[in-house]
């Protein structure tokens, strides 16, 4: 198993920019790959973007060159840098890992773009 926890979540305006972490209680290279999604309100889940155990990220395209995923081998985490920040970004964002063909979530975090 694997647990996730989310943090980084808030308010902030339109064109700024938010950093999003996610904790996992195992070592990455025992993870097959992690991603992010999001939920808006009233909308379904949605992926934002993943990274592989060897660290090739992708994006969809509605972040792609204002979202970036890292991670910190060392401390188990999981990052998404937000920059150029939009209304349509807000949402509650979930991690996610799968091992083994098993899906872990996260609890989420909530992420609001409001000026």
């Known amino acids: 198993q694997v647990q996730l926890v989310e943090s980084g979540g808030g308010l902030v305006r339109p064109g700024g920019s938010l950093r999003l972490s996610c904790a996992a209680s195992?070592?990455?290279?025992?993870?097959?790959?992690m991603a992010w999604y999001r939920q808006p309100p009233g909308k379904e889940r949605e992926l934002v973007g993943g990274?592989?155990?060897?660290?090739?990220?992708s994006y969809a395209s509605s972040v792609e060159g204002r979202f970036t995923i890292s991670r910190h081998n060392g401390e188990n985490t999981m990052y998404l840098h937000m920059n150029s920040l939009k209304s349509e970004d807000s949402a509650v964002y979930y991690c996610?890992?799968?091992?083994?063909?098993?899906?872990?979530w996260g609890q989420g975090t909530q992420v609001t773009v409001s000026s």
């Open positions: 996610l890992a799968v091992v083994d063909d098993t899906r872990y």
């Open positions: 195992r070592a990455f290279f025992s993870i097959d790959a």
């Open positions: 990274i592989t155990r060897s660290g090739r990220a």
